[in-house]
Each structure stands twice: as C-alpha cells, then as structure tokens.
C-alpha cells in the first residue's frame, strides 16, 4: 500500500487583516442602497443605479460608508476631496505625536544625599519632556544582604516626587537591581525656564556698540 502525499490546503489568508478597501461609485454592487445626502439627510432605499445617476447630477461621488448595515448605507461628497482632508488630518496627528523614551537613573545603596538631590532634579527634567524613568539602585558584594536601603532610597525618592510623577511600577528586586518605573503625573506642569542674565562678553559688546557709535548719533539720542 502507497501512501498518499497529504498536501496542506492552500489558502491565501492575505489581505485578511486590511482594512475592507471603500466602494465608490459603480463599484457599489448591493442590489439596494440607503442613501445619505451631502447634507446628511436621509434620502431614502433604491437601487444603487439611482443613487449613482443623484450623485452625477450634484456633480459628487456616490461612498459606501457602512457596508455592513441591511442594505448598505451610502453618501454623497466629493470623494477626492474627503481623502484629501483625510490625509491631511492623519499627517497632524503624526506631528502631534511624542514618542515616549525610557530613560534610567542608576545610583548605589548609600548614595550621598547631594547626588539625591541632584538626579531627582535629572528626573524632573525627563518628566518634563514627557518620557518615563527607570530609577535603579544597584547592589554589589555585601549590600546585597541589605535590600531595605535600596527600597528606602526609592522611597524617599517617590515622596521627593510627589505631584510630580505617578509611579507606573512600585519598586522591585531584579537580580542586583531593585527599580520602580515613574512617568509625569497629569496636570503637572514643569516651571517655566527663565531667562539666563546676559553674560560679561554679551555686556562688553553692547558697550563697545554704544562707544563705537558717531558723536553726532550720541548726542541725538540724549
């Protein structure tokens, strides 16, 4: 007895996950339509044949824009037009978009309280910008024998942050690392940066500017 060669059925599941392409004009092929005017009045149920030849008297498209419902619901626009603004709408929304970094601030059990203070206000400055922060302590040789110092040091950091940063990950052990993750707290806004004073070489060159000027424009403006 042979045995027979089992082949796998070959299907083609491309294009299962896309999006369903919008069906515009005489490609429309339900046998009735309910139609939507540019107005968004209803217009009523008719052949798709009828609605085409409103559509081409408006001057507009005839659009499919519920495939789904019985019979499928179709509206006059300017199609080119609607892709247009479309477009137009999703580029902004890019341009609004941040991308959220994961930024990492390391320090050592018994880290000094000046260097605290100093990468709490590196935070700060992360949250600002609108990323997350990793903040880690790392244990080396014997302080692993005492993880409480790496979880008071991230205490006294969340209370330092108060207002400022929601913590996304309480803290954890991870092998010689106890981290907890922190992001911007909503409706936290940073301080304004003011404005650096001018530096002594700026102040010089307005003064060599002043006394560089001609006589006659000095004593005009005096």
């Avoid at 929601?166 to 806004?189: D, F, K, L």
């Avoid at 307005?206 to 006394?211: G, K, L, M, T, Y």
Wanted: proline share 7%; aromatic share 4%; hydrophobic share 30%.
């Amino acid at each position: 007895m042979t045995k027979e060669e089992v082949r796998p059925i070959n299907r083609d599941f491309r294009g299962s996950d896309r999006p369903r392409e919008t069906r515009v004009n005489e490609r429309i092929r339900a046998r009735e339509v309910r139609l939507i005017d540019e107005n968004g009045e209803m217009v009523g149920v008719m052949p798709p044949a009828r609605a085409l030849d409103i559509a081409r008297e408006k001057n507009l498209d005839l659009v499919e824009v519920a495939a789904n419902s019985n019979p499928p619901v179709c509206k006059l626009m300017d199609y080119g037009r609607f892709k247009y603004e479309q477009a137009k709408k999703e580029n902004e929304a890019k341009k609004n978009q941040k991308t959220v970094t994961l930024k990492e601030i390391r320090m050592r059990p018994r880290t000094d309280e000046h260097d605290i203070q100093v990468k709490t206000r590196k935070i700060q400055e992360f949250l600002a910008d609108g990323d997350k922060v990793r903040v880690s302590v790392q244990f080396r040789g014997a302080e692993m024998r005492h993880p409480e110092l790496g979880r008071k040091l991230l205490d006294q950091i969340a209370e330092s942050l108060k207002g400022t940063a929601t913590i996304e990950r309480a803290p954890s052990m991870e092998g010689r690392m106890m981290s907890m993750i922190v992001s911007r707290a909503p409706g936290w806004e940073p301080p304004k940066k003011q404005a650096a004073p001018p530096s002594k070489k700026q102040l010089k060159a307005v003064d060599n500017e002043q006394s560089e000027k001609p006589v006659e424009a000095v004593q005009q403006e005096s």
